[in-house]
């Protein structure tokens, strides 16, 4: 993240026991890192909850995705049948108990 080295820790660390003195440092240092770790699991927290929202919402794109698919089902079926007259009825008994399945999946996942 930061690109610190040896070099720059070491004068942070010499200006710090300059102006906070050695009795304080220990003190100090340890509520710095105490924050820092508070720091670290709050953006941890924080990514984990956008990684859910982008992954839910790509469900939800992968179902609306599905549900068009249907309708592309049934043009297919209907070119089917207008070809084949015969097989239509059957087809067309199958397509409607197809899309009565896929109202009630809507219902219930909205």
Known sequence: ?????FAELLVIGVVALL?????????????AGM???RA???VGSV???????LAADELKKALS?????QSLYDIVEDTRNSLNPQAGAASAEKNKDNA???DKSHDTNG
């Open 35 to 37: 924050w820092l770790g």
């Open 47 to 53: 990514k984990a909850d956008i990684d859910r929202e």
């Open 100 to 102: 009565a399945v896929a």
């Open 1 to 5: 993240m930061f690109d610190i080295g």
């Open 65 to 69: 995705k599905q549900s068009e698919s």
């Open 19 to 31: 102006v906070i003195g050695p009795e304080r440092l220990p003190r100090v240092a340890r509520t």
């Open 40 to 42: 670290r699991r709050f």
